[in-house]
């Protein structure tokens, strides 16, 4: 349901980045902002993050751990590379992320383990991840149509009704001697 510039620029950031949007590697939701736009957010599958960095040489290995400080959860992850003498880490707060629907509902630790492990990557691999759309579990719940998005994978977020629709002519099929 998105527009043809939408897709456009879909398109262009999954192979700026060389995402498959086929593998759940990338997609895209819509949304209505708080002018009644519709609008795309695309947000890219978190273990993307753990794929690329076992392509770095550097890479080796990370942790998370769990915490409660003043009845506050929070999760850290320690990213290991072989060329820095201190892991790269990063912690998030569930209040600061947690959307108390969908899965953050009914697995928080797993939700927030994920986004604590897509920050830490992205701290520790800058030039391999430096300007990727940030994984769903990081974005506000009005950005992601998370509500939407199935446990296994994305269903197709439906557009609420279109803000303007403009007829399009179809486009012809190009005979073979026309390629």
Known sequence: KLTDVQRNQFAAVAQAFGLNPFKREIYATTYRNKDGQTVMSIVT?????????????????????????????????KVYRKDRRMPITST???????????????????????VAIATAFRRAFPT?????????????????????????????????????????QPKAAKTQDEK
């Open 45 to 77: 599958g978190y273990e993307v993050y753990l794929k690329r960095a076992e392509m770095n040489p550097n890479y080796d290995g990370f942790e998370t751990e769990f915490n409660v400080v003043d009845k506050q959860m929070n999760c850290t992850c």
């Open 92 to 114: 998030v707060w569930m209040a600061e992320y947690s959307t108390g629907r969908s899965l953050w509902a009914t697995k928080p630790r797993m939700m927030l383990e994920k």
């Open 128 to 168: 391999d991840f430096g300007g990727m759309p940030y994984t769903n579990d990081e974005l506000p719940e009005h950005m992601t149509g998370a509500d939407k998005l199935e446990q296994q994978g994305y269903t197709e977020v439906q557009q609420a009704a279109p803000v303007a629709q403009v007829e399009q």
